[in-house]
């Protein structure tokens, strides 16, 4: 579990700030994603990456940019933060059928 | 387009009694299907998935294609059952690793 690791753990940001949530892993997986945690609605994906430099998206991409210059790092921006991404950010990878979260960010939009 | 429903957002359950965590699904081709748990102040673990068909920690689940489910099911709760569990689905065929979740119910064990 500890290979994939995200930061910061929590985030307090103003309403129309950019914020960026970073996603890293020691395995070399190929599959990255990034997942929203919201009560009522479960895990919803934004993006997911299949390799370097190969981006795609989700269900709920609006509001939300990724890049993928390196296969270990895979951060989330937020161009201009609105209230409504206040939400528990899951950074995933996998491997062999499974993926593997991360311990999630908790970010809150003022 | 895939879905999976799980229709309740609560369960809960004394210690000993049996439990039943229910899940749902539309996919129009043959899916895998997956149990996530989250314990808490944990991140989101795999439990158990459908290909397999192994028991972790006294839990199974089987997949009924002619009612499209995969209902999670243990004989015997344990307070430290207590988490929330997410069923998640994943089509077939070519390089699709996404996963579609269900919203989640959140499970408590009274002892």
């Known amino acids: 579990d500890a290979g994939i690791t995200q930061s910061p753990r929590y985030k307090i940001t103003e309403t129309g700030r950019q914020v960026t949530l970073m996603c890293h892993q020691t395995?070399?997986?190929?599959?990255m994603f990034w997942y929203r945690q919201d009560l009522g609605h479960g895990l919803r994906l934004i993006y997911y990456s299949a390799a370097a430099d190969i981006t795609d998206k989700g269900e709920v991409p609006d509001g939300y940019v990724v890049s993928r210059s390196k296969t270990e790092n895979f951060p989330l921006t937020l161009e201009s933060a609105t209230r409504s991404q206040t939400s528990v950010y899951f950074c995933a990878s996998i491997q062999a059928d499974t993926q593997y979260f991360g311990p999630g960010t908790r970010l809150t939009v003022l | 387009a895939q879905r999976v429903t799980q229709p309740e957002k609560l369960l809960s359950v004394f210690k000993g009694a049996p439990v039943e965590l229910k899940c749902n699904y539309s996919?129009?081709?043959?899916?895998?299907l997956f149990w996530y748990v989250q314990y808490s102040r944990q991140r989101l673990q795999l439990l158990l998935r459908?290909?397999s068909r192994e028991s972790i920690k006294g839990f199974t689940a089987d997949l009924n294609k002619g009612e499209t489910s995969f209902h999670l099911k243990k004989p015997f709760a344990q307070e430290e059952d207590s988490a929330m569990y997410y069923c998640a689905l994943r089509g077939s065929g070519g390089s699709n690793y996404k996963l579609t979740f269900g919203k989640g119910t959140l499970l408590t064990v009274n002892p």
């Open positions: 459908h290909i």
């Open positions: 996919y129009s081709g043959s899916p895998e």
């Open positions: 395995w070399s997986h190929s599959y």
